[in-house]
């Protein structure tokens, strides 16, 4: 039969997906992503833990030479006013500022808007010298996740020479 100059066929053609591929590519789908929203959860939470650890080794770095500058010892010291803080003298996990030990003057304050465990070696706050050094040997922070399924941690280290240093876990050691 033709019509216009085109021939129309008898048969229809189909198009589209039946109901059975369809539920298969939605099976293979959900499949994929079981496999793939943890591995997408692990990797936030890293960034997050690099993301403060980052801040913490730049605001060190930046009490050094805003001491030097000064030429007047300063101090870095925890906050304590978010809700996931505990009440231990070594929690971190707010956040820090940095002052001017003599008059308390504060010169920098920076928070932490992500629930992260952030511990200091000490329960006293840092003191940076006028020279620029940074407290003492040994001293350290540990900045891992409050998730424990993720074992997620970082250490940031003060070694000799007010040299800091950063590894993967909870410790110092080499």
Known sequence: MQSLGFFMSSQSSTQGFTLVEMLVCLGVLGVMASFAIPEWQRLQERSRV??????????????????????ETLQLSRLRDCTWATSASNDWSCGWQLVVKADQTVLLTSQLHTPLQVTFAKSDPLDVSHR?????????????????????????CLSSASRLRWQSGESCSN
């Open 50 to 71: 690099e993301a403060a650890r980052d801040q913490l080794m730049n605001d060190l770095q930046t009490a050094r030479v805003r001491a030097l500058q000064r030429g």
């Open 132 to 156: 620029g050094d940074l407290g003492t040997v040994g001293d350290r922070w540990v900045i891992k996740s409050k998730q424990s399924s993720l074992n997620m941690a970082n250490v940031l």
